[in-house]
Nanobody
């Protein structure tokens, strides 16, 4: 029903910036909350950021706050993750997800209904 395709991952040097994009299908994209999660080998999945359908509410995980920004363009059915001041510990597969039902616990992966395939972000020291 909903397909999500991430892009923009790659290799970047510590201190650099990267912008990830997630393109979504679906006719009611503006009604979906969208989130970004990441997972590194040997680590649990970690919440990164989330944004409400109208973009009136957004959240960024404490560890990334001030460096990462989530935004969306509902006309283009896209959500973005701007990552600045990247650190080697940011290295992970970044995945976007859609919450079709408007859950309020944005940081809980169980509330998301569709997931993209992920894009690799590697930050070198």
């Amino acid at each position: 029903q909903v397909q999500l395709v991430e892009s923009g991952g790659g290799l970047v040097q510590a201190g650099g910036s990267l912008r990830l994009s997630c393109a979504a299908s679906g006719r009611t994209f503006s009604n979906y909350a969208m989130g970004w999660f990441r997972q590194a080998p040997g680590k649990d999945r970690q919440f990164v950021a989330a944004i409400s359908g109208s973009a009136s509410v957004s959240y960024v995980a404490t560890a990334m706050r001030g460096r990462f920004t989530i935004s969306r363009d509902n006309a283009k059915k896209m959500v973005f993750l701007q990552m600045n001041s990247l650190k080697p510990e940011d290295t992970a597969v970044y995945v976007c997800a859609a919450d079709l039902y408007g859950s309020t616990q944005y940081d809980d992966s169980r509330n998301y209904d569709y997931w993209g395939q992920g894009t690799q972000v590697t930050v070198s020291s």
